[in-house]
């Protein structure tokens, strides 16, 4: 189960490069390039949380 949540961390690393990229190219201005590097490292950290906290839920178990 750990390993389905590093899976889904990768691929939000994955996408959060691919709309960072996205961002810095299509952005107009500074706070579209903020929002957008905001939402890039969501993708990114969100997932990771969640693998973290599933790791160690399975340690206490």
């Known amino acids: 189960m750990v390993k ?3 899976v889904l961390t990768i ?5 959060g490069g691919f709309w960072l990229l996205m961002a810095i190219f ?3 201005s500074a706070p579209q390039e903020a929002a957008a590097a905001a ?14 906290a599933v790791q160690e839920i399975n340690k206490s178990l």
């Open 39 to 52: 939402i890039a490292a969501a993708c990114a950290i969100i997932p990771y949380v969640f693998a973290r």
């Open 11 to 15: 691929i939000g690393a994955l996408i």
């Open 26 to 28: 299509g952005a107009k």
């Open 4 to 6: 389905f949540f590093y």
